[in-house]
């Protein structure tokens, strides 16, 4: 296996573990927030289900325009998705997109920049190991909520 077919097999695993963790919640407590200035795990998953969708030009075009402006009407519209089984769905539909993506791509294609309007500098590997790292992030966030409602 190489490290292309690893980060594809771990994205791939990654949801199962996200959604395991959401699913342990009770259903009420989905949009719990631990304190105001804090993320319930419904807006983390909303976020991980629509963000591909939303960046997808980081991939193809390999460059990203950002706002204020698009950021509070992507907040908006991923609101509207409040069911666990549509959150999942549209993760596992979204993530096999960048998968079949990523298998068109060369090692060269790998290692080309892409303009971010976040500090630092990024290849095209960096962003598309970032949907991995991001469903794990969450996890563990999740699971943190899942601990603090068992407290």
């Known amino acids: 296996m190489n490290a292309f077919e690893l980060l ?36 983390q998953l909303q976020e991980v289900a629509t963000a591909l969708d939303v960046f997808w030009a980081s991939f193809t075009e390999r460059k990203i325009e950002w706002s204020d402006e698009m950021f509070a009407e992507w907040k908006e519209s991923r609101s509207k998705i409040t069911s666990l089984a549509e959150l999942e769905s549209k993760t596992r539909e979204s993530t096999k997109k960048l998968v079949e993506f990523m298998k068109g791509l060369s090692a060269e294609d790998l290692t080309k920049p892409v303009e971010l309007p976040f500090p630092g500098s990024y290849t095209l590997a960096d962003v598309l190991a970032y949907h991995y790292w991001n469903m794990s992030y969450h996890e563990g966030q999740i699971t943190m909520i899942g601990m603090l409602l068992q407290a």
Do not use: G, M
């Open 8 to 43: 594809t097999r771990l994205t791939e695993n990654q949801i199962d573990s996200l959604f395991r963790a959401a699913s342990a919640l009770p259903a009420d407590k989905l949009d719990w927030q631990p304190s105001a200035n804090t993320r319930s795990a419904l807006d």
